[in-house]
């Protein structure tokens, strides 16, 4: 039987900067949610299976809302994300799938982005991440001293969804949260490194930046102005 792709989509945080009354996943973008638009570029990616949604107790019900019209499960997050995705990896009742892990916050993601994050996973990598290229220059300071300017032509931006190997993401988080390590786990593919498993990358896409603060939110607006996202396709995807 083939694998199963499950999705995780992240829910469960307060996203305060972008400076809203409500959870950044809820925000609307032309009419949908941020959350729902994440939802259904899950959907539409032709490749995932199944979709669970991580969402805080108190906002549930506003999230079943927002996602009356789609077939996903709901799962409780905890006070860290860490928490939050560790929860909905125990609630698969699967052992052998792709799962990806998915901020909701990327919501003009492009359905052909997460299918190739997935058929990476399905093809025998363990640990999956969309990056692209790093436009700025990056310093790294020491207070507000600079100490060093790193060569950007080796560094990459992630992006998500990040794609993974169920059973393994599953021991790296069962031995993350057993051991209690002093390293903080900021993305799922840094736990995964942390784990030793092999983190490979694919192209990722500009679509897929992360809706943060009130400009992301502008960009974002601009951008749905007049197109869907599926348009900003990598060649070759």
Known sequence: MD???VAVVAAAGQGTRLGAEV???????RGRTLLERSVTA??????????????????????RQCLREHHVSFVHGGAERADSIFAALRAISLDDACVLVHDA??????PGMIARVARAVLD???AVVPVVPVA?????????????????SALRAAQTPQGFDLRTLREANESYFSSAPDFVATDDASLMEWFGA????????PMAFKITTPIDLRLAQSITDEVEPTIFEVPGS
């Open 42 to 63: 899950m959907e539409t990616s032709e490749i995932v299976d199944r979709v669970v949604v991580v969402v805080s107790p108190s906002m549930e019900s506003h999230a």
């Open 124 to 126: 025998g990598a363990p």
């Open 136 to 152: 700025d220059t990056v310093k790294q300071v020491s207070g507000n001293v600079v100490e060093a300017t790193l060569d950007r």
């Open 23 to 29: 959870p950044k996943a809820y925000v609307p973008l």
């Open 3 to 5: 694998r199963r792709v």
């Open 105 to 110: 916050a990327r919501a003009l993601t492009p």
């Open 198 to 205: 092999p983190v490979t990358t694919v192209a990722g896409d």
